[in-house]
């Protein structure tokens, strides 16, 4: 018997039905606060390779001719500029497409926030990620972490915040992504150490004299990795390396003494972890980010990726050292202020971002910025439990301090 148009259109709209709930379970939604960026554009090149994943928000800082070409290209529903000037240039530009345009914290949050995104990607730099962090997980996302500021400074919170709500924080940095795969399988009460692979940067088995005379050209030119030049600056200081150690001891949940820093300067040991019977795990792998973005993205599964792989025979031989602290003091006040606790790595955190920006300006020197951390954090009295409306209290006094000398 032949069909009607009745039953055509019935199983046109089972097909249909069909689709969109393979869609509801397949394609996963995200948002990106950053997109610009290091991190936000290799995330973006991932799901180019991966149709089951869509972005529906976008948000970054200035660069509007580049954002303007992703939002043409990934067609998000919801994007943010950083100034209302830049949104309006924007709204003009894209006139063409139905896209709402939201400047600020306020798109920040927005975006953080959407209704349909089940994952968002915090690849923005600084401490301006904290509101939207929080704003994500209250509304169940799960979050895909390199904005590692927000970790440092609102750990405290983050962490019980996300507990609390079920929501899962992937970690992106790749230390951190290789800790986490390192204990995939294993029980976490065994863990006796996390060991944290550091390149130790540009200006490795430098001399202090040595340091006074480098460059701003110097400092920007990472040996391995290729990155944001906030993250660069902090790479050659080994003030990531602290942050690192900060954010690992709120992701894991491991005391500060069971953290320590080796430096690898070939950077394919991407991080250890160390269990009870002595046996440790690591994560290897070429340096590229797009593998813990993506393992983040998709975890527990692991995509096929293109790129280049480690050839041992090529590479011939991987070395260790113990980290310089008496030059790279940034290291040293790092686990300084992790040990103090409470508002003390916001003030650690605040004034790096503030001497890197002067140093990225040319306004200070490669030694000024611990040298400006160390002034800041004797300056200030500690708040043992900081909310956030205190973390960015602390943040503006930093700041200031520092104003008033620079
Ligand atoms: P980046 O400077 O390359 O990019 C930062 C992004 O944030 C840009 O899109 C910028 O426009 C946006 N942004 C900055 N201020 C903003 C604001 N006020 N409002 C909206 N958007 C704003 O930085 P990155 O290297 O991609 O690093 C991002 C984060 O990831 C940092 O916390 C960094 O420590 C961390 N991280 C980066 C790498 C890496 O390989 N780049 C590795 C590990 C961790
Ligand atoms: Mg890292």
Redesign the pocket.
């Known amino acids: 018997m032949g069909k009607t148009d009745t039953d055509r259109g019935q199983s046109k709209e089972k097909a249909w039905l069909f689709f969109y709930k393979m869609e509801v379970d397949f394609v996963k939604k995200i948002a990106i606060?950053?997109?610009?960026?290091?991190?936000?554009t290799?995330t973006l090149e991932i799901v180019r390779d991966n149709p089951d994943l869509q972005v529906v928000g976008l948000?970054?800082?200035?660069?509007i001719d580049l954002f303007e070409k992703q939002v043409r290209e990934f067609k998000p529903r919801l994007v943010?500029?950083?100034s209302e000037a830049a949104c309006k240039e924007l709204r003009t530009r894209l006139a063409d497409m139905t896209v709402e345009i939201v400047p600020?914290m306020d798109g920040?949050i927005q975006i953080a926030e959407m209704e349909e995104s089940q994952v968002l990607v915090?690849?923005?730099?600084?401490m301006?990620?904290i509101r939207p962090t929080i704003a994500a997980i209250n509304k169940h996302k799960d979050i895909a972490l390199?904005?590692?500021?927000t970790l440092v400074t609102a750990g405290h919170i983050i962490m019980p915040l996300a507990a609390s709500m079920g929501v899962s924080i992937l970690p992106?940095?790749?230390e951190h992504s290789a800790i986490f795969q390192s204990m995939q399988g294993e029980n976490k009460d065994r863990i006796s150490k996390l060991l944290i692979t550091a390149s130790g940067g540009p200006f490795r088995g430098r001399t202090r004299e040595e340091l006074e005379k480098v460059q701003l050209e110097d400092a920007l030119k990472h040996p391995n990795?290729?990155?944001?030049?906030?993250?660069?600056i902090?790479s050659a200081t080994l003030v990531?390396k602290g942050?690192e150690v900060m954010e690992a001891k709120w992701l894991f949940q491991v005391d500060l003494d069971r953290i320590q820093v080796v430096v690898h300067p070939q950077s394919i040991i991407h991080s250890m972890v160390e269990y009870a019977d002595g046996g440790i795990m690591a994560q290897l792998g070429m340096p590229d980010?797009k593998l813990p973005i993506q393992y983040a993205l998709f975890y527990p599964d692991r995509r096929p990726m293109a790129g280049k792989r480690v050839d041992f025979y090529e590479l011939g031989s991987i070395t260790f050292e113990k980290p310089d602290m008496e030059t790279f003091i940034g290291l040293k006040l790092a686990m300084k202020a992790a040990a103090g606790g409470g508002s003390m790595p916001t003030v650690f955190n605040a004034a790096n971002e503030k001497a890197v920006s002067l140093f990225l300006n040319r306004k200070i020197s490669f030694l000024q910025i611990p040298e400006i951390i160390e002034m800041c954090m004797e300056a200030h009295q500690k708040i043992a439990n900081p909310d956030v409306d205190a973390i960015l209290a602390v943040e503006q006094e930093t700041y200031e301090r520092i104003n008033m000398k620079f």
């Open positions: 606060l950053g997109s610009t960026g290091s991190i936000g290799q948000a970054a800082g200035s660069n943010s500029l950083k600020g920040l915090t690849a923005i730099v600084g301006i990620g390199a904005n590692k500021e992106v940095d790749s990795w290729s990155m944001g030049h906030k993250i660069t902090d990531n942050l980010m």
